[in-house]
């Protein structure tokens, strides 16, 4: 029995462990944090830097040192014949005389040294490799950009989601308390049946767009999970409030930020994409240098018409060469020359797209800070507008009570309540994509 006990203790250590090392509760800083981590692609994007790291050692390599052994091993089951005149072995002139040279059996180790000592194309992959290791590291700051936007944005439509899910079960309880009470009145004829109908309309309106509404809860809540790398079925809690993150991100001076184009990663990817053709250029152009290369080698070989090469009394011939190759392109039909000028080209629509990259930007910016303050003032709007519709509809329900309005003058207001609400939502949502976007462009 304490054996089974210590187990549980043990088994319940365990799940609490396990349970402190993956948080539930998030505020959006926190989702943000934590998506950068576990994400994805953002896992990928950091073994996209680690695979140029050693992409750039493998360049360099090349260029140092490089020793080589080989091993091999002969048995001429029917070794060749060569023929001698035989008159040399005392025969008649004119014939000749069969004979087999050498042992049927070889073997042979031999290790090789090289060096490379001048190649134009290694110079130019040397310096590549840097240009190359940007281009991963613009590359992963794009990414954690993605990401981030990515989980403002689904943490922002879960928030929704859920602020709609709480309002249409509000306005749902209102219409079942009004159409029950319509219904009592139609039961004792002091209603007619259309204000029922009415009222049955909005209701079954209402009951739709709350079941809708808890399904996009789920949904949106499993895109959060994805975003953040977590299982899409974790049971992730958002601990922010709609309104009070919109209002965190209500900020007009942020558009008078200073904009150095130098800091976007969309230019900076171009620039990388600029450096690359530099390079290929340079590459080309390397391809009509001549080549240097050095290698010594040290070898040894043993002969015998059985497998005994193992036996310390059989003889090993030693042998090692020193030597220089050295290539030099003279004519190749034009071929390096028509490689050199795609080089040109390509160079040259790289910086045409660089000038394009900028001016894009720069709209981007433009219409980032339009789409912001158009969010801001529609925020402040659709919050006046919202608490309008709440004392129309408030008023339309005293005057429907009390016999002053029709059931369709009430639906009309409770329909206007509605959109405001859901007005007011979006608005706090987009508020909040708009400032990210905004942050995106200038990568503050």
């Known amino acids: 029995m304490r054996n089974y006990s210590l187990f549980f203790i043990v088994f319940i250590s365990c799940l609490l462990g396990f349970s402190q090392e993956t948080p539930t509760a998030f505020t959006l800083d926190e989702a943000i944090a934590f998506a950068l981590e576990n994400n994805y692609s953002a896992l990928n994007a950091e073994r996209d830097i680690l695979d140029a790291q050693k992409q750039k050692w493998e360049t360099i390599a090349t260029g140092l040192p490089q020793i080589s052994a080989d091993i091999g091993y002969q048995n001429q089951l029917k070794q060749p014949v060569s023929l001698i005149p035989a008159e040399f072995f005392g025969g008649e002139p004119g014939e000749f005389q069969p004979i087999v040279f050498g042992q049927a059996q070889q073997a042979n180790a031999t290790a090789t040294v090289r060096q490379q000592i001048f190649d134009g194309s290694y110079i130019v992959g040397v310096q590549a ?30 928030l929704l989601a859920q602020e709609s899910v709480s309002i249409l079960q509000n306005n749902l309880a209102t219409l079942e308390k009004n159409l029950y009470e319509t219904q009592k009145l139609y039961e004792n004829g002091l209603a007619d049946e259309e204000s029922v109908e009415q009222l049955q309309i909005t209701f079954s309106t209402v009951d739709s767009q709350l079941k809708n509404a808890r399904r996009l809860e789920g949904i949106t809540l499993q895109m959060l999970n994805l975003m953040m790398g977590l299982p899409i079925e974790a049971a992730t809690q958002l601990t922010e409030d ?28 171009v620039n990388n994409l600029n450096e690359q053709r530099y390079f290929e250029l340079k590459l080309a152009k390397s391809r009509a240098l001549p080549t240097l290369n050095a290698f010594v080698n040290y070898g040894s070989a043993a002969f015998s018409e059985s497998f005994d090469f193992f036996n310390s009394d059989l003889t090993w011939y030693d042998s090692s060469i ?38 894009r930007i720069r709209l981007q910016l433009e219409k980032a800070k339009s789409d912001y303050l158009l969010a801001i003032e529609q925020y402040a709007t659709t919050k006046q507008n919202l608490n309008l519709a709440e004392r129309i509809e408030h008023k339309n329900q005293i005057k429907y009570q009390e016999g002053l309005a029709s059931s369709f003058e009430l639906r009309q207001a409770q329909t206007q309540l509605y959109t405001a609400q859901q007005q007011y939502l979006q608005s706090m949502v987009n508020v909040v994509n708009a400032k990210t976007e905004l942050e995106v462009i200038t990568n503050n």
């Open 242 to 269: 709609l309104d009070d993150l919109a209002q965190q991100n209500v900020d007009p001076e942020f558009l008078e930020t200073p904009f150095s184009i130098e800091n976007n990663v969309d230019f900076k990817l």
């Open 129 to 158: 490799t840097r240009a190359f290791l940007s281009y991963s590291q613009n590359n992963k700051e794009k990414t954690q950009q993605e990401v981030r936007k990515g989980v403002v944005e689904a943490y922002g439509n879960v």
């Open 322 to 359: 020193l030597g220089f190759d050295l290539n030099i392109p003279i004519f190749s039909s034009l071929k390096r020359s028509a490689s050199t000028q795609r080089a040109k080209i390509a160079l040259e629509k790289a910086k045409t797209q660089l000038s394009e990259t900028q001016e």
